[in-house]
């Protein structure tokens, strides 16, 4: 099988737009629990007890401590790890009353071990300030988004390369599905490191984007190591807004795509810096026979910087042949210097040819 074919994972199975008016989306953040202002900002930025409705212990029950929770309430977690296993979340919130799970003290981030699903029930969620190990028993992409208008904001996402043989075992999220288990609408994944996500074997990616409505918002992450695709569109990845993220030193960059009658469309990349692939392109597509090329696809206003092995994949940065996208204006190919990539650490020393692209330099990643 040619490598540059998305494997359609089934997780239960086992301009056109203007760039103003993107930048404009991606600068609202309905992300924080606490709208108004009434805490201090140590408090937001270190935790405050005083704001969580309830806190649990390592040991005390995560699967019903999670489930407890109800619309408007803060579920705390303190320090430790938590092993959830298979932590299937159903609670619905509400657009004015989220339902938030953060750490307790984000110096110290609660680390929450197996599968973590939310399902097509679980809408407005947040979870902020928490450490997601995927590796499960049961093979299966972590965290698994079913459920609408979900934000996942200052988080630390990884399973420690695991999954082989084309098992997708190895991705970590993965945003609807096209049947019964539902689409995901309205998913915001921000400020954020997804890393060291599966093994490269054309299965394994950071982010697989399956099925989406309204419009998915992933900016100002550190997208890195992944085993193959840092995020894959594919094969119905609707209104999507990629901004502002490093995405450096996975198998591929970002990949556009679809199969039979589905395709994936209106996306937006813009502003990141897309970096380092180690196997293919920093930006391609790939289209079965039969299949329609995606339309409104724009990467534009973007830094790019190609080291492949393969000389091919060097060309025009690692822009693959434009089919079913439209490389525009702005973007540019100049080398990123980060602070440490081999510890991480994908700050921008003074050095980088790609400043002023990806995640704000106010801005300083999760402590994984």
Known sequence: MSYD?????????????????????????????????????????????????????????????????RPGQIGCLAPGDYAARRLVIRPEGKARARIT????????????????????????????????????????PSPLVNGDHSVWTRDDITNHQSGAGRSGGGICF??????????????????????DCGISDNANHGIY???????????????????DRGIQLYPNAQHVVIARNVIDNNGSGVIFSGEGDMTSRDVIVVRNIISNSRNRWNVESWYPAGTPP???????????????????????????????????????????????????????????GCRGFGPPTTLRPPLG
């Open 5 to 69: 074919r998305p494997i359609r994972f089934n997780a239960f199975r086992l301009l056109g737009v203007l760039l103003t008016s993107v930048i404009a989306l991606t600068a609202v953040s309905p992300a924080s629990p606490n709208r108004g202002g009434q805490h201090s900002r140590a408090a937001r930025a270190h935790g405050d007890a005083s704001t969580c409705s309830l806190i649990d212990r390592p040991g005390q029950g995560l699967l019903r401590f999670v489930n407890r929770l």
């Open 101 to 140: 799970l953060r750490s307790l003290d984000r110096r110290h981030p609660a680390t929450i071990h197996g599968l973590v699903w939310l399902s097509d029930t679980a809408n407005y969620w947040t979870f902020d300030g928490l450490n997601f190990d995927g590796r499960n028993a049961s093979g299966l």
């Open 174 to 195: 993965s945003l609807g599905e096209n049947g019964r288990y539902g689409v995901a609408g309205d998913t915001i994944i921000e400020q954020s490191r997804i890393h």
């Open 209 to 227: 984007i399956t099925a989406t409505a309204g419009t998915t918002i992933i900016r100002d992450n550190w997208i890195f190591r992944n085993g």
């Open 294 to 352: 995606g339309t409104g696809n724009i990467v534009a206003d973007n830094c790019f910087w190609a080291s492949a092995t393969a000389t091919r994949y060097r060309e025009a940065g690692g822009i693959a042949p434009q089919v079913g996208f439209t490389a525009t204006q702005g973007n540019v190919v100049q080398r990123p210097v980060f602070a440490s990539s081999g510890t991480g650490d994908l700050r921008l020393t003074r050095r980088s």
